[in-house]
Antibody, heavy 124, light 108 residues
Framework: EVQLLESGGGLVQPGGSLRLSCAASGFTLSSYAMSWVRQAPGKGLEWVSGISGSGSNTYYADSVKGRFTFSRDNSKNTLYLQMNSLRAEDTAVYYC?????????????????WGQGTTVIVSS | DIVLTQSPGTLSLSPGERATLSCRASQTITSNSLAWYQQRPGQAPRLLIHGASSRATGIPDRFSGSGSGTDFTLTISRLEPEDFAVYYCQQYGTSLYTFGQGTKLEIK
């Protein structure tokens, strides 16, 4: 069964750091691009970051560029989102999502597998 | 970045009725690279439609997508009780993906 399991969420103070993990199973991780998508309380979905199957290309929304770093270890079937300089507006459920292509592009057919999410709360 | 605007914000209908949801892009989406997702309360999003009009695996045929360029539509032909949820469009025509703000489909 294809599965994604996020972990690492929690309560952190403004300006602090947190590292989220996403463990993948049931498919060959290196064959697919992956994304992080977040949802603030009561709000809509926001695409945060994406990474190609090899990890050589990463992309970020303007709201997190320079503060978040997306990486992957295909040998461990795990993805990571390092979040620094956290702000209150980063408070959200963070979802890991599998793309249907090895790159983030129009070759994709959308994001077909999602984890259940991990909650990040940035508050003093 | 491509901005997606969904309308209406909320749609109130009864089971058995037809739902039409709109998604408009700020610029032409390459290769009709547009997807629709359904999100029920407390759940992760689920892919419904990709390539503007292709149903994802296991999606009932009452769900259909149409459109091209900058204007796209999701249609649910006959609403079932489980269809009342929030729906999002998402573009993947560029490597900087974006979502629309969502349409809440509620029971009238």
């Amino acid at each position: 069964e294809v599965q994604l399991l996020e972990s690492g969420g929690g309560l952190v103070q403004p300006g602090g750091s947190l590292r989220l993990s996403c463990a993948a199973s049931g498919f060959t991780l290196s064959s697919y691009a992956m994304s992080w998508v977040r949802q603030a309380p009561g709000k809509g979905l926001e695409w945060v970051s994406g990474i190609s199957g090899s990890g050589s290309n990463t992309y970020y929304a303007d709201s997190v560029k320079g503060r978040f770093t997306f990486s992957r270890d295909n040998s461990k079937n795990t993805l990571y989102l390092q979040m620094n300089s956290l702000r209150a507006e980063d408070t959200a459920v963070y979802y890991c999502a599998k793309d249907t292509s090895v790159v983030l592009s129009s070759w994709s057919d959308g994001m077909d597998v999602w984890g259940q999410g991990t909650t990040v709360i940035v508050s003093s | 970045d491509i901005v997606l605007t969904q309308s209406p914000g909320t749609l109130s209908l009864s089971p058995g009725e037809r739902a039409t949801l709109s998604c408009r892009a700020s610029q032409t989406i390459t290769s009709n690279s547009l997807a629709w997702y359904q999100q029920r309360p407390g759940q992760a999003p689920r892919l419904l439609i990709h390539g503007a009009s292709s149903r994802a695996t296991g999606i009932p045929d009452r769900f259909s997508g149409s459109g091209s360029g900058t204007d796209f539509t999701l249609t649910i032909s006959r609403l079932e009780p489980e269809d009342f949820a929030v729906y999002y469009c998402q573009q993947y025509g560029t490597s900087l993906y974006t979502f629309g703000q969502g349409t809440k489909l509620e029971i009238k």
